[in-house]
């Protein structure tokens, strides 16, 4: 966290250059862009709903002018009865039957609906001309303008004002004709119309239907029509928009929190790079000089020999790190060639042993399958012997001084393979891919005061890849690790 913060201080010109190029406008235009969409879905719903009452009015005026026109376009010739006011008698022209005003018994709302069937002359004195004759009382009273509907007959009573001549037309034949003009209507449009009967809904009407005033017993009913992609993706551009634009600017958080924790991250890196680096030098330029300054003052043959030995052991440790350091920067920048000679891979790993004298006694070490040889490849030898030596070393330094370090040599599937094999503190499994990244330490070797500079697994990987072989990694915490470095074999 303090790193991330000091990686923010760093950064706070691209903080700030963010927030005023991508924050402050994202800011700005998403309230315009809000505000826009609701002005803009208020005036598309009010003109929507502007276009829903004119075709109401049209059905209404349309559907008066069908029932009362008179002519061979006339519905009447769609009518179930037909009838003729003559003086107090109601004549129906169809069936021979004439009644007087008088005859007609009072009508009540329990009056049963008329059998299904063909109507006869007895049916329309019975069931027609009560309803007929309330008609023409309500007519005159003026609670309607000649056109009224009864549930039970499921029909019209239609007589145009000042004429003598009405008829009854079924309520389903009004409907159809109203659908159909309301299909035309809203061809086009988006929105659906469909005509009902409000006689026929039991609860409160839906949001979306309009009455109609000449004829109370109808309701139209709107509702959104489906749209294709294209009317949708129109319909929906400002919040699209909206949408692409907060995209962007998480995208854009989520760049620069990314930057800013990879600043930190490799800050960290360098500092403990750099730190483990002068560690490492520290050490063996320390043992070098403190002997350096004896040497002018000790004349034992004996002391100068060790001292001799010492020397030239740090010396080679510290030509070691620079070699390793000098390769880390070659294969850093794209430069580390390999060069390509016949070589016997377990005289290779043999050598590689001999080199960790100064990290394990060499009885800890033990090589298995050395019957094997020669296991001829095609490599760098210099290349190939740091690579496996680097492993043998971590396998040491991570596992208790008196515990055994086997490094077998075999062949497998026309290739040859190194396996080593510690009984070490292991690695957890979460691990086991980033001890090949470059300057990662392990957190499980954190509180341990090992040495090394986090880069020796991403050179063996490197060495291992440019040779076309492979490196894998087996372990359990507190059991022990097992690398395998796989190579391409080479006929004799």
């Known amino acids: 966290m303090h790193t991330l913060l000091q990686a923010v201080r760093r950064s706070q010109r691209l903080l700030v250059l963010f927030a005023l190029m991508v924050l402050l406008p994202v800011v700005i235009f998403a309230v315009l862009v809000v505000r826009a969409s609701r002005s803009e879905r208020a005036r598309v719903e009010y003109e929507k709903t502007q276009r829903q009452r004119q075709v109401v009015q049209f059905v209404e005026t349309e559907l008066q002018t069908w029932l009362f026109a008179p002519g061979p376009d006339s519905v009447a010739r769609e009518a179930l009865v037909r009838f003729e006011v003559q003086g107090d008698q109601v004549v129906f022209p169809d069936f021979g039957l004439s009644r007087s005003v008088g005859d007609s018994p009072p009508l009540r709302p329990a009056n049963p609906a008329p059998p299904s069937g063909p109507l ?12 007929i004759q309330a008609f023409r009382r309500d007519l005159g009273a003026g609670r309607h303008t000649g056109i009224q509907y009864f549930r039970q007959l499921r029909a019209l009573v239609v007589q145009p004002p000042g004429g003598a ?7 389903e034949t009004v409907l159809a004709r109203a659908n159909a003009t309301l299909a035309g209507l809203a061809a086009g449009e988006a929105f659906t119309a469909s005509a009902w009967m409000a006689a026929d809904r039991a609860a409160r009407p839906p949001a979306g239907s309009f009455s109609l005033e000449r004829f109370p017993f109808l309701e139209i009913l709107f509702e959104d029509a489906p749209r294709t992609s294209w009317l949708e993706l129109r319909g929906q551009a400002f919040p699209y928009s909206m949408g692409l634009l907060v995209l962007v600017t998480v995208l854009g958080s989520v760049f620069v929190y990314r930057a800013l924790a990879a600043d930190a991250r490799l800050a960290r890196l360098r500092n403990d790079f ?21 040497l002018e003052r000790v004349r034992d043959p004996d002391k100068l020999h060790e001292y001799h030995r010492i020397i030239g052991q740090d010396a080679r440790r510290l030509s070691a790190l620079v070699t390793r350091l000098l390769d880390f920067a070659l294969m850093e920048e794209g430069r580390q060639i ?3 000679e016949r070589l016997d891979l377990v005289a290779t790993t043999r050598d590689a042993i001999a080199s960790c004298q100064h990290v394990a006694r060499p009885e800890r070490i033990r090589l298995l ?13 210099t290349a190939l012997q740091h690579a ?22 075999a062949r497998q599937n026309g290739g040859h393979l190194i396996e080593v094999r ?4 292991g690695i957890p499994r979460e691990e086991q891919t980033r001890i090949f990244e470059k300057f990662y330490r392990g957190r499980h070797v954190a509180g341990m005061n090992v040495q090394g500079v986090g880069i020796g697994l991403a050179l063996v990987r490197h060495v291992i890849e440019g040779h076309g072989g492979t490196i894998a990694v087996e372990s359990e915490p507190g059991a022990g690790s097992r690398f395998v470095l796989r190579l391409p074999g080479r006929d004799a």
């Open 120 to 131: 006869t002359a007895a049916l329309v004195a019975e069931h027609y001309f009560p309803r």
């Open 388 to 409: 496996i030596q680097n492993v043998i070393e971590n396998a040491a330094k991570y596992s208790p001084p008196d515990s055994t370090i086997e490094v077998e040599c």
């Open 338 to 340: 390999y060069a390509r």
């Open 165 to 171: 001549r009405g008829y009854v037309v079924d309520i």
């Open 274 to 294: 750099v730190a483990a680096v002068s560690h490492e030098f520290r050490s063996p330029l320390s043992s070098i000089l403190a002997l350096a300054e004896r």
């Open 422 to 425: 510690d009984r070490g503190i």
């Open 369 to 381: 399958g050395d019957q094997a040889a020669p296991l001829w490849i095609d490599g760098d030898p």
